[in-house]
């Protein structure tokens, strides 16, 4: 395995434009290994290229500034006259309850987020930039989006200090005494697009929130170019893209996967870049991932709880590759390809059955076989269904013991 010295020169260094790193984001194939946080700083303009020694000045000035912040907000307690400060001691007070209070309840499940040390960290990174944005505040879950850049940084630093490297660009740029300060600096910049699509206190009027709901409904409407049927069984469920679209884009997808196939989602949305355009894409994927499961239930809450609570995904590189398929206009959008790529790559259900799938089928030859793979993949959509705990009743029950005990019959 190279040192992380070498990744480091070999990815960013001597690939002055960081092709190589871009291309196994796109792909979904980036590891904790290729110092994603590198990555993200250079993606989302906080480090420019290629890689010289304007990373160190450039990095140590944007941590000063946020260290200036802290000391600032930091100090307004002691502020008598509280025009002076811009917020009484209750506005304040209130600001940091409301960020502890989502911050207990943060990915609770992970060991990592239990730490008090790393609460703190997102609690101040969150509390700083409310302060210093105050047109954003603080809203329902910034706390994730950091909580995941602090992850982040924290395991970039873990694998630092597992080598031995010498100092210089690299122990600059990824510092474990900076963590907050680089948090901070990541999620600014993120926001600086991502922003828009939140609530801001000094519009008076609704144009922000018609902002995200114009992009939801423009990206739903799209849905019927790829596939008239399932739009048309969308709107006859009465499917409003905003109720589960406005979370999907302003939190990045961070709620609809494991916290694991996140990052690799957001590897590839920065990478991507054109102001987070990859976003787009993923909305229409995603909604087509669950397009069999919807038209065959045709009932209208499922629909709903289908897209407000995603299915688990086999494998989330497959969601990537066909949403970068689709940004560069390689899929057609009048045609029905995605959908097809969607059922040929099994992500509405587990691949086939190990002992079944190593069979191989021949386009003359092996006819019944083939029928047989058909229908234990129509199987495994009702198993599935099961296995996410939704309602089946007794007879499709028996529906699928019976065509189980077909197939192994026939095998036999």
């Keep these: 395995m190279q040192t992380t010295q070498k990744i480091f020169e070999t990815m960013y260094i001597n ?3 960081a092709k190589g790193i871009k291309r196994l984001a796109l792909e979904g194939k980036m590891t904790r290994y290729n110092l994603r946080t590198i990555a993200w700083k250079i993606w989302l303009g906080v480090l420019p290229l290629p890689v010289n020694s304007v990373w160190t000045s450039k990095v140590n000035n944007e941590r000063k500034r946020y260290h200036e912040l802290v000391k600032k907000y930091n100090n307004e307690a002691y502020v008598i006259d509280p025009l002076l400060s811009g917020s009484s001691d209750n506005e ?5 309850k409301k960020i502890k209070k989502d911050i207990d309840r943060l990915y609770n ?3 990592f987020y239990c730490d008090t ?9 969150l509390y700083i930039f409310a302060r210093e944005h105050n047109d954003l505040g603080y809203q329902q879950g910034f706390h994730e989006i950091v909580g995941i850049f602090i992850r982040e940084l924290v395991s970039d630093c873990e694998l630092i200090q597992s080598n031995t490297i010498e100092r210089g660009i690299l ?7 900076e963590i907050e ?4 600096i990541l999620f600014e910049k993120l926001m600086t697009i991502l922003g828009v699509f939140y609530e801001q206190k000094r519009i008076k009027d609704s144009s922000t929130t018609s902002l995200i709901h114009f992009k939801c409904e423009k990206l739903f409407q799209l849905i019927a170019k790829y596939d008239p049927k399932y739009f048309a069984t969308l709107i006859r469920h009465n499917i409003v893209p905003a109720v589960f679209g406005l979370r999907w884009i302003r939190m990045l997808y961070a709620r609809e996967f494991h916290i ?14 054109h102001q987070l355009k990859l976003v787009d894409s993923l909305f229409i994927v995603m909604m087509l991932y669950v397009r069999n499961d919807i038209v065959e239930r045709d009932d209208e809450s499922y629909s709903l709880r289908r897209l407000m609570k995603y299915p688990p995904v086999e494998d989330i590189k497959l969601l990537i590759e ?12 009048n045609g029905t390809s995605i959908c097809m790529r969607v059922d040929q790559n099994s992500l509405l259900v587990d691949q086939p059955i190990d002992w079944l799938s190593k069979k191989k089928c021949s386009r003359d030859s092996d006819k019944i076989e083939e029928s047989l793979l058909q229908k234990l993949g129509t199987i495994q959509r009702k198993l599935v269904l099961v296995d996410r705990e939704e309602k089946i009743n007794t007879q499709e029950l028996l529906n699928i013991a019976s065509d189980l005990s077909k197939i192994i019959d026939t095998i036999k």
């Design 15 to 17: 690939d002055t434009s």
């Design 260 to 273: 694991d196939d996140v990052v690799i989602l957001w590897d590839a949305i920065f990478a991507f870049g």
């Design 181 to 184: 300060a680089d948090a901070f």
């Design 171 to 177: 122990h600059t740029v990824i510092c474990l005494n």
């Design 117 to 125: 040390e790393i609460r703190t960290k997102i609690s101040n990174v």
């Design 92 to 96: 304040r007070d209130e600001l940091k």
């Design 322 to 333: 066909l949403a970068v398929a689709l940004a560069e206009h390689r899929v057609s959008i």
């Design 109 to 111: 499940s992970i060991e």
